[in-house]
């Protein structure tokens, strides 16, 4: 027997163990009793909920403070309460089953990290992968055995409030991402991530939050599933389903997508969880008569777990009773919750009874918060000034997060910036008193003087994180009021200016790019957002990080991204001279997806293929190029590999990323960077759902963005 047939073997072995005790659980439980393992209910208490958890009629907690929750107090720290009620579970209801404890943990607990869009800015699977096992260990610190992430929804729009929290506007990289943060979350076996909001729900119609969308087969299949497959593929513990309706029906209610495809077809074994009451609001949506149905409708979709509805805990027991719900149905959820339970680590022999590990005084992992920020920083324009030169003379910091110890955490954060160092506090400490002028953001007036007084200004503007997440959309993603005319302002004194943007959206920035003379797009950094920033304006850190959607050139329209399909009718060789375009605003990007600047700079030649022929079965074609570090410092480069399908079954996009290399080079060094070219880089979902991959022309494209790159045509076949 080899190695791998023998592990094989024993995780055979340890599965049919696990569900031979599941088995046993089910039944020993009442219908009651499974119902209750059904109930996901939110901010337990010990002493509020002692009842209902001795009666084992909730299974599950869930605390949850919003994406942008302001309040005065952050949430509390929560292990003690975890460990109470706990204990009820444990020790009171009848079987002993213990809670299962999930939170929104999306960018870190006690260490807050970039956010997702800023995470995946990073185009680094490893560093983000590394900040998803940090932030899992500081929740299991708390008690806690689920987090409600990662978010793999695709969005290129700038006016969805939550594009913040997505892995960007592509599906190889939001599927790469969304993997990595699955494994980082999962990586000590125990806790676990749910892949959200399944399906589609990037797309929603105008861009307002829990809206209708259309979606056909191709967009649904060849981008908005496939990372959701991939999370699935990378073993993620749970998926929640979307407050949307899919063309029409509610995704709480939706079979053909949970049931039948998610659950049979893909073969996914996990907990399959609502969004916060998705399945009351399928009353409200006008598809339920009552709460009742609404339950029904949702068990026989394949939703498993209800968050905090309590349409199950109330009517599943009587629709059994009724036969308007199999009892297979109710035991095929119950068994996957209690897998999650078993897999968490919640019935481990010596497992403290409590069941919560004893809250670790858990300190910010400064130096990981410091290297994601900086690898999440996409530099968008550098004419020569940045990394701020130490000759420069005085330097002038203002805008409104300059000494803010909140405004950079992000939304869905734990703290709020208590023991967070501020861009202001972090520049100074770097610098001579004579070297420096800060003007806090309150005096627009005040802050031109000082520009004038300096010898370069850097302007720290974008949005505040209170204009981002769930319910925060806009009309159109410019800087928020007042700024444009400040940075006009100054930018009218002809002084060297550079403008740091932070934001939760690809934001309009053309006139930010022609005003300024170095533009630094920061996302929102985290906790170490004022000493990353002081370190990369001052040239001890690089900013490595690249788009992971195009942004617009104007706030009225989106950027068309790379997967946009190839229109029948052009008339010129830009997109803005054919068809599609508006008659009085631009439709191409400012900078393409995958665009982002450095303190060095990098030349591309000699793309080559090993052979110009890809055979269908089982062949292999290496792409390769040469990239020379052409600048002075050492530098990381993300080398790019796009693919175009020239004729298909349906419709292709115009380009679709297939894989990213980073590489680090010393100045004048080169290095040759190969991409191995499988066909199976080219299957799709055809016009009758069938996975295909044609035979005929492709084109491989290797640069270092979406917009420059030098290609070679290959003959499948
Ligand atoms: C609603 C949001 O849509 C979802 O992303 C989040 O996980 C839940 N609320 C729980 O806070």
């Known amino acids: 027997m080899t190695t791998s047939t023998r592990s094989q073997t024993r995780r055979g072995t340890a599965d049919i163990e696990l569900e031979t005790r599941i088995d046993a659980l089910l039944a020993a439980l009442t219908v009651e009793e499974k119902v209750g393992q059904l109930h996901l209910a939110f ?3 010990p002493e509020d909920h002692r009842e209902e958890i001795a009666a084992g009629l909730v299974g599950a907690g869930i605390y949850s403070h919003g994406a942008n929750d302001v309040r005065e107090t952050p949430p509390a720290p929560l292990a003690g309460t975890i460990a109470a009620c706990q204990r009820i579970a444990r020790e ?17 607990m006690r260490t807050t990290l970039p956010i997702p869009l800023g995470l995946a800015a990073t185009w680094d699977t490893e560093l983000v992968r590394e ?9 299991s610190a708390e008690g806690l055995h689920l987090t409600f992430a990662p978010m793999v929804d695709i969005s290129a729009e700038h006016r969805w409030g939550r594009i913040g929290e997505t892995l960007g506007g592509e599906p190889q990289l939001t599927s790469r991402m969304g993997a990595a943060l699955v494994h980082g979350f999962q990586s000590d076996g125990r806790f676990g991530a749910t892949a959200k909001h399944f ?11 829990q809206q209708t969308l259309s979606i056909g087969p191709n967009a649904l299949h060849n981008v908005h599933l496939r990372p959701f497959r991939a999370a699935v593929e990378a073993g993620c513990r749970a998926i929640m389903v979307g407050l949307h309706d899919v063309d029409a029906i509610p995704m709480h209610a939706h079979r053909r997508l949970i049931r039948d495809l998610l659950k049979r077809e893909w073969g996914f074994t996990g907990v399959v969880t609502s969004d916060w009451d998705g399945i009351g609001q399928l009353v409200d949506q006008g598809i339920a008569e009552d709460l009742r149905d609404a339950a029904r409708q949702a068990m026989l979709a ?8 309590g349409a199950y805990r109330d009517h599943l027991p009587e629709l059994v009773a009724a036969g308007d719900v199999e009892l297979w149905m ?22 403290d009874p409590a069941g919560a590990p004893a809250p670790l005084p858990v300190r910010r992992d400064t130096m990981l918060a410091r290297r994601a920020a900086a690898a999440s920083m996409v530099l968008l324009k550098n004419a020569d000034i940045l990394p701020l030169h130490s000759n420069l003379g005085v330097i002038h910091l203002c805008g409104p997060f300059v000494e803010d110890a909140g405004g950079l955490l992000g939304s869905w954060v734990y703290e709020h910036g208590e023991d967070t160092v501020t861009p202001a506090d972090a520049l100074a400490a770097q610098l001579d008193p004579d070297e420096l002028i800060i003007s806090d953001g309150r005096f627009a007036d005040l802050a031109v003087r000082h520009a004038d007084a300096a010898d370069v200004t850097v302007a720290l503007v974008g949005e505040h994180p209170s204009r981002s997440g769930e319910d925060r959309c806009l009309p159109t993603a410019e800087l928020p009021v007042g700024q444009l005319e400040l940075l006009r302002e100054l930018a009218s004194l002809g002084k060297p200016l550079v403008v740091v943007v932070a934001a939760a959206r690809p934001l309009e920035l053309r006139p930010v790019l022609q005003l300024a003379d170095a533009v630094l797009l920061i996302w929102h950094p985290g906790a170490e957002a004022g000493p990353t920033l002081a370190d990369v304006l001052l040239g001890h850190a690089a900013p490595t990080g690249r788009l992971p959607m195009s942004l617009p050139q104007t706030n009225r329209t989106p950027a068309l991204g790379t997967i946009e399909r190839t229109i029948g009718r052009r008339l010129g060789r830009s997109r803005d001279t054919s068809f599609g375009r508006y008659l009085n605003s631009l439709v191409n990007p400012e900078l393409t997806l995958g665009f982002g600047l450095t303190y060095t700079s990098f030349a591309y030649s000699d793309l080559e293929l090993s052979r110009a022929h890809l055979p269908m079965r089982a062949g292999v074609v290496r792409a390769s190029v040469e990239v020379v570090n052409t600048g002075f410092r050492p530098g990381r480069e993300v080398v790019q590999l796009y693919l175009r399908d020239l004729v298909a079954d349906i419709v292709r996009p115009q380009l679709e990323l ?7 080079l010393d100045p004048g060094r080169s290095t040759r960077v190969t991409f191995k070219i499988t066909p199976d880089l080219f299957a799709y979902t055809d016009r009758e759902l069938r996975r295909r991959i044609d035979p005929g022309a492709v084109d491989v494209i290797i640069g270092p963005n979406a917009a420059l790159g030098s290609s070679a045509r290959l003959l499948l076949g």
């Open 43 to 45: 901010d337990l208490d």
């Open 92 to 108: 009171e209801s009848r079987l002993g089953i213990p809670l299962l404890f999930g939170s929104d943990v999306v960018h870190g």
């Open 131 to 139: 900040a998803a096992a940090r932030a899992a260990a500081e929740a």
């Open 199 to 209: 399906v589609g729900y990037g797309l929603v119609d105008a861009d307002r939050d």
């Open 302 to 309: 394949g939703v498993d777990l209800d968050m905090v509805s």
């Open 330 to 351: 109710l035991d095929d959820a119950v068994r996957r919750v209690l897998r999650l339970k078993f897999r968490a680590g919640l019935f481990d022999a010596g497992a």
């Open 658 to 664: 297939a894989d990213w290399r980073a590489i680090e």
